[in-house]
């Protein structure tokens, strides 16, 4: 069971920054693989950062490499989703995501929407123009 709590949304102009929050109840070095997602109301839920976190190299969706950086801090089980030059189509409710299951790395690389098993309740990131 891995219970993860996220935070640190909120509103902010186009050009602005964020830093998202998500705090695992399992330590993160051994959580395997673990990644954000978003998700528009009615839409698709995409991933957007993935990291296997037995030394890894995040990757990011094309839509915000270069703008978003994924980092973790082993030390207090958080993993975090820097967001620089937001701009308004990154307006969407953000998870994080983790799956132990995931312990090879190119599975959790691999990985889609269906692979975690374990989600945050989600934190909702509005930019306006």
């Known amino acids: 069971q891995v219970l993860l709590q996220e935070s640190g949304g909120g509103s902010v102009q186009a050009g602005g920054s964020l830093r998202l929050s998500c705090e695992a109840s399992v330590n993160t070095d051994s959580a395997n693989c673990m990644a954000w997602f978003r998700q528009v109301p009615g839409g698709e839920r995409a991933g957007i950062a993935t990291l296997y976190t037995r030394g890894g190299t995040p990757f990011y969706a094309a839509s915000v490499k270069g703008r978003f950086t994924m980092s973790l801090d082993n030390a207090k089980n958080t993993m975090y989703l820097q967001m620089n030059n937001l701009e308004p189509e990154d307006t969407d409710m953000y998870y994080c995501?983790?799956?132990?299951?995931?312990?090879?790395?190119?599975?959790?690389?691999?990985?889609?929407?269906?692979?975690?098993?374990?989600w945050g309740q989600g934190t909702q990131v509005t930019v306006s123009s």
């Open positions: 995501a983790a799956d132990p299951a995931l312990e090879i790395e190119y599975e959790c690389y691999a990985g889609t929407r269906s692979d975690f098993g374990y």
